[in-house]
């Protein structure tokens, strides 16, 4: 049973893994076995509803201080890859080049800011939209946290020798990426001072990242899975995956009228819009429902992956039917994280059961159990 969120942990989803020189990982091994879950991935993708399993695996530190480091950062993350085959899933695990969420105020001059043990942070820059708009600016892979993870990219590129699946860097929404550029309670009173300025940064911001994301995809090339990041990823997926956790503090018409157009002009540039937001965004289900090209979205529902979580019986509810995909994160045995997947399913839902059982057998037990419900 949950026993609650655990605020000992850095991270509730994370798995320890040791970490694996390119040398010494099976670099042909890891791409058949991604071969061979593809065909489910194509099948659910062209089916009007189905579920899939993946057990991600985070390894503990790549999110943290460990990015800063894109060689240590590929070691352990090819330590997750090969841990992830102990697990029965249908979609493989793959190679992320995190580096901070704050790239995109490195186009206005900010640095990183490093803690101990900490994952980069920065400090802002403005304190209204119109400064935004008059500051001088540069393109994200000028910039030296832009360069960097272009490196990433290269080095994980040519290591894997584009065997293995890698994803775009970690994608934030205009709102988010407008938060990291002036403080949200000033961000906040903008929106209701000076909504107009705010909309335009919030499409000049969106502009930078189609470019930046462009960049990454010619480096990646046949190897780019998507959505990317948090969401459970493959080759055939389609859609650029936001964090947009912010928008959960605004009224829906004030994301609609001044943020819903710069989401969708990214989702557009790669085959989809896919939503992302911590926490519970129940309220919020009608709002996300009406983004074009909207191809997933993504939530917690156990006390244990989330403090607060979403009800999984509302959003079976609200998404049956649409093929839009509910990526389902839930950590906990698999009597718990059943319970929740349970109640989310419906016969036209599309679900992908994102699983963080500790065990390879409970894993398996889990999986069974999804599939046999699948079949109902």
Same mark, same amino acid.
């Given at each position: 049973?949950?026993?609650?969120?655990?605020?000992?942990?850095?991270?509730?989803?994370?798995?320890?893994?040791?970490?694996?020189?390119?040398?010494?990982?099976?670099?042909?091994?890891?791409?058949?076995?991604?071969?061979?879950?593809?065909?489910?991935?194509?099948?659910?993708?062209?089916?009007?509803?189905?579920?899939?399993?993946?057990?991600?695996?985070?390894?503990?530190?790549?999110?943290?201080?460990?990015?800063?480091?894109?060689?240590?950062?590929?070691?352990?993350?090819?330590?997750?890859?090969?841990?992830?085959?102990?697990?029965?899933?249908?979609?493989?695990?793959?190679?992320?080049?995190?580096?901070?969420?704050?790239?995109?105020?490195?186009?206005?001059?900010?640095?990183?800011?490093?803690?101990?043990? #900490? *994952?980069?942070?920065?400090?802002? /820059? %403005?304190?209204? @939209?119109?400064?935004?708009?008059? +500051?001088? $600016?540069?393109?994200?892979?000028?910039?030296?946290?832009?360069?960097?993870?272009?490196?990433?990219?290269?080095?994980?590129?040519?290591?894997?020798?584009?065997?293995?699946?890698?994803?775009?860097?970690?994608?934030?929404?205009?709102?988010?990426?407008?938060?990291?550029?002036?403080?949200?309670?000033?961000?906040?009173?903008?929106?209701?001072?000076?909504?107009?300025?705010?909309?335009?940064?919030?499409?000049?911001?969106?502009?930078?990242?189609?470019?930046?994301?462009?960049?990454?995809?010619?480096?990646?090339?046949?190897?780019?899975?998507?959505?990317?990041?948090?969401?459970?990823?493959?080759?055939?997926?389609?859609?650029?995956?936001?964090?947009?956790?912010?928008?959960?503090?605004? #009224? *829906?018409?004030?994301?609609?009228? /001044? %943020?819903?157009? @710069?989401?969708?002009?990214?989702? +557009?540039? $790669?085959?989809?819009?896919?939503?992302?937001?911590?926490?519970?965004?129940?309220?919020?289900?009608?709002?996300?429902?009406?983004?074009?090209?909207?191809?997933?979205?993504?939530?917690?529902?156990?006390?244990?992956?989330?403090?607060?979580?979403?009800?999984?019986?509302?959003?079976?509810?609200?998404?049956?039917?649409?093929?839009?995909?509910?990526?389902?994160?839930?950590?906990?045995?698999?009597?718990?994280?059943?319970?929740?997947?349970?109640?989310?399913?419906?016969?036209?839902?599309?679900?992908?059961?994102?699983?963080?059982?500790?065990?390879?057998?409970?894993?398996?037990?889990?999986?069974?159990?999804?599939?046999?419900?699948?079949?109902?």
């Amino acid at each position: 049973m949950a026993t609650g969120f655990n605020t000992l942990l850095r991270d509730s989803q994370g798995t320890k893994v040791q970490p694996v020189s390119v040398e010494n990982f099976d670099l042909q091994g890891y791409a058949e076995y991604e071969a061979e879950l593809l065909e489910k991935n194509k099948k659910f993708v062209e089916d009007k509803s189905g579920i899939l399993v993946y057990r991600r695996v985070r390894a503990d530190g790549v999110f943290y201080d460990k990015c800063r480091d894109y060689k240590e950062s590929l070691a352990l993350q090819l330590g997750a890859l090969q841990t992830s085959m102990q697990y029965r899933a249908d979609i493989a695990n793959f190679l992320e080049p995190w580096y901070g969420i704050g790239y995109i105020a490195a186009c206005f001059g900010a640095e990183y800011v490093w803690k101990a043990e #900490q *994952a980069p942070s920065v400090e802002p /820059l %403005f304190s209204t @939209a119109a400064q935004i708009l008059e +500051a001088d $600016f540069k393109p994200i892979e000028q910039t030296p946290m832009g360069k960097y993870i272009l490196e990433m990219i290269t080095y994980f590129v040519e290591q894997t020798k584009g065997k293995i699946p890698i994803s775009f860097c970690d994608i934030q929404a205009p709102l988010n990426m407008l938060s990291y550029l002036m403080p949200i309670t000033d961000l906040f009173m903008e929106i209701y001072d000076d909504p107009d300025t705010v909309k335009a940064a919030a499409n000049r911001v969106a502009e930078l990242l189609v470019d930046f994301l462009k960049k990454q995809e010619e480096i990646i090339g046949d190897a780019l899975v998507k959505p990317g990041h948090g969401f459970a990823s493959s080759r055939v997926f389609k859609g650029a995956g936001m964090s947009d956790d912010n928008s959960i503090m605004i #009224q *829906a018409e004030d994301y609609q009228d /001044l %943020f819903q157009k @710069a989401d969708e002009k990214i989702g +557009a540039a $790669f085959g989809g819009t896919v939503y992302h937001s911590c926490g519970n965004w129940e309220n919020k289900i009608d709002m996300v429902k009406q983004i074009k090209h909207m191809t997933s979205v993504d939530g917690a529902f156990s006390i244990e992956t989330d403090p607060s979580p979403n009800d999984p019986f509302v959003f079976g509810e609200a998404f049956d039917g649409t093929g839009i995909v509910v990526n389902a994160r839930a950590v906990g045995d698999a009597k718990t994280s059943f319970e929740a997947f349970r109640q989310i399913w419906r016969p036209q839902q599309k679900l992908i059961a994102v699983t963080y059982c500790e065990d390879p057998g409970e894993q398996e037990k889990l999986y069974r159990m999804l599939h046999e419900l699948e079949e109902e």
